[in-house]
């Protein structure tokens, strides 16, 4: 009998998660449950714990950008329940994500193929909770800059990935003389920069170039070149492990890294 599959993540919101979300409940179908554990790891790990405890204990479990600590993971291994991380990794337990560091070098590759040598950085959260997707991206972007003896002309943190945010990042950016970004962050914060940008007079590509992460929601709309996820391949994988292969999983936890795909549109 195939488990019934528990999605855990952060939050309800953001078009990566929900994206994930939509994907993985139309795979298990009505055998799924959902929760949202905020963004504390200590809060995490007691929620997850409290899980199993519940009398709908967790059948397979799916976390979405979250690390569980050892604790839990032993936890979870002594129910036999097997937990598969998306976006994420952890000793000893199978995950599944997009090769993030991949996707930041092919965005600086791209950039330097077209001329640009002075690129500004855009990236979330790389230390602390939920930072290792953008650890990744910006280890794979100065990768890249370094095969030109280059570095990032300037590193600036989104923490709240929102279309907000963008208008401060494309200050430095500016400040900063670039002549390209990679919104590492993502296609909401690059957005932002997007629509700010002819209200400072700079013209996309031609004054600024601009690389999102994501290729989810507006992104084609607003011509945004972008780092596509394999959002489908992802979830497909992580249901496999979880509820098709559950004693694989448990047994020899795999990580997987899916290629992400460069989408060229209009502002490089």
Same mark, same amino acid.
């Given at each position: 009998?195939? =488990?019934?599959?528990?999605?855990?993540? =952060?939050?309800?919101?953001?078009?990566?998660?929900?994206?994930?979300?939509?994907?993985?409940?139309?795979?298990?179908?009505?055998?799924?449950?959902?929760?949202?554990?905020?963004?504390?790891?200590?809060?995490?790990?007691?929620?997850?714990?409290?899980?199993?405890?519940?009398?709908? #204990?967790?059948?397979?479990?799916?976390?979405?950008?979250?690390?569980?600590?050892?604790?839990?993971?032993?936890?979870?291994?002594?129910? #036999?329940?097997?937990?598969?991380?998306? %976006?994420?990794?952890?000793?000893?337990?199978?995950?599944?994500?997009?090769?993030?560091?991949?996707?930041?070098?092919?965005?600086?590759?791209?950039?330097? /193929?077209?001329?640009?040598?002075?690129?500004?950085?855009?990236?979330?959260?790389?230390?602390?909770?939920?930072?290792?997707?953008?650890?990744?991206?910006?280890?794979?972007?100065?990768?890249?800059?370094?095969?030109?003896?280059?570095?990032?002309?300037?590193?600036?943190?989104?923490?709240?990935? #929102?279309?907000?945010?963008?208008? /401060?990042?494309?200050?430095?950016?500016?400040?900063?003389?670039?002549?390209?970004?990679?919104?590492? #962050?993502?296609?909401?914060?690059?957005?932002?920069?997007?629509?700010?940008? =002819?209200?400072?007079?700079?013209?996309?590509?031609?004054?600024?170039?601009?690389?999102?992460?994501?290729?989810?929601?507006?992104?084609?709309?607003?011509?945004?070149?972008?780092?596509?996820? =394999?959002?489908?391949?992802?979830?497909?994988?992580?249901?496999?492990?979880?509820?098709?292969?559950?004693? %694989?999983?448990?047994?020899?936890?795999?990580?997987?890294?899916?290629?992400?795909?460069?989408?060229?549109?209009?502002?490089?």
């Amino acid at each position: 009998m195939i =488990p019934r599959l528990t999605i855990v993540a =952060p939050a309800y919101t953001g078009p990566f998660s929900a994206s994930l979300l939509r994907e993985l409940r139309t795979l298990a179908g009505m055998s799924s449950q959902f929760f949202a554990v905020g963004d504390d790891p200590q809060i995490q790990s007691r929620r997850l714990r409290a899980l199993v405890a519940n009398q709908q #204990s967790p059948q397979a479990i799916a976390l979405i950008s979250i690390r569980p600590d050892a604790d839990t993971v032993r936890l979870y291994s002594e129910r #036999s329940i097997p937990m598969v991380l998306i %976006d994420e990794t952890a000793p000893g337990v199978a995950s599944v994500a997009c090769d993030n560091f991949l996707g930041g070098y092919v965005a600086g590759r791209h950039l330097i /193929s077209k001329g640009h040598r002075r690129v500004a950085l855009v990236t979330g959260r790389v230390t602390g909770p939920g930072s290792w997707n953008a650890a990744q991206r910006r280890d794979g972007l100065r990768k890249a800059l370094s095969e030109l003896h280059l570095v990032p002309v300037v590193q600036h943190e989104t923490p709240d990935y #929102s279309a907000e945010n963008g208008l /401060s990042a494309l200050r430095n950016a500016l400040t900063a003389e670039s002549t390209a970004v990679f919104c590492a #962050s993502g296609d909401v914060v690059a957005g932002g920069m997007l629509k700010t940008c =002819p209200d400072v007079g700079v013209d996309v590509p031609k004054g600024l170039a601009v690389v999102g992460f994501d290729d989810l929601g507006t992104a084609d709309l607003l011509g945004l070149t972008t780092i596509r996820q =394999p959002i489908h391949n992802l979830s497909e994988v992580a249901y496999r492990m979880t509820c098709i292969t559950p004693r %694989d999983t448990m047994e020899r936890p795999e990580q997987i890294l899916l290629p992400p795909t460069l989408i060229e549109r209009r502002t490089v």
